[in-house]
């Protein structure tokens, strides 16, 4: 068996493994669109270690090359149309995602309706009511943003269907509260933590698609880090 088929076994392996790691972790809701890292207790988590490293190094290679690839067609892009300038759009995802984050978890649908698009307003103002039906809301607190990298890039003759999808590094305390303030979830992957209803600060990682809408540009959908195929794997699109 060569290095390469090596390669693939392993990464296989790899998956399989964090997709079962993942599936041992109930989901619930937080931040915008439901998102809410993975978490595993104890022997698993330190059995699946070396996998999950392996197949983090993979992901984050994969990203870069797709980056690589965008970066070269925005530069083309931007030399016709200014809106697809990187560093603009850079600058578009760093202020959107904080403002995007505070709506969410001020419950505020006026604000999300100047950042989201029409199908994803709908979608998270039926889960802000079903979050105020239960008297809860989302909570993030040091809310930072580690990386940006633009990994999939849609340029159309027709403009209001151009849009293109960053990758987000990010870290928060993420936690829901009820009426009272007590912490019903939060996103800590220390599941005796979650129990005895604690909180932390956690790394994520989102794909998010922004669509474009006249001059501005708006928040379409939200992937998961699982999902990051869907991007990272997708051809770039100039007509």
Not at 113 to 126: Q, R, V
Request: glycine letters at 6%; a neutral charge.
């Amino acid at each position: 068996m060569n290095w390469k088929n090596a390669q693939t076994k392993i990464l296989e392996v790899g998956t399989a493994l964090v997709i079962l790691l993942c599936l041992s972790v109930i989901p619930a809701f937080a931040r915008g669109g439901g998102g809410r890292n993975s978490g595993a207790g104890g022997i698993l988590y330190i059995i699946l270690m070396p996998f999950i490293i392996i197949y983090g190094w993979y992901v984050n290679r994969k990203i870069n090359q797709k980056k690589a690839q965008a970066d070269a067609l925005l530069d083309k892009l931007s030399k016709k149309d200014p809106a697809w300038d990187e560093k603009h759009l850079e600058s578009v995802v760093r202020t959107t995602f904080f403002k995007i984050q505070s709506a969410w978890c001020d419950q505020n649908k006026d604000a999300l309706k100047t950042l989201l698009a029409t199908d994803l307003l709908t979608e998270w103002s039926l889960q802000i009511d079903d979050l105020k039906a239960k008297g809860c809301r989302n909570v993030m607190d040091g809310l930072t943003v580690d990386g940006v990298r633009i990994v999939e890039v849609q340029n159309y003759q027709d403009t209001a269907k151009d849009s293109f999808t960053v990758c987000i590094d990010a870290a928060a305390t993420d936690y829901t509260v009820d009426r009272n303030g007590n912490i019903v979830d939060s996103n800590t992957r220390n599941r005796s933590k979650q129990a005895h209803g604690e909180k932390a600060l956690e790394k994520f990682r989102e794909f998010w698609t922004y669509e474009r809408q006249g001059n501005d540009w708006k928040l379409a959908s939200i992937d998961q880090s699982g999902n990051w195929k869907r991007s990272v794997e997708a051809p770039l699109v100039d007509e």
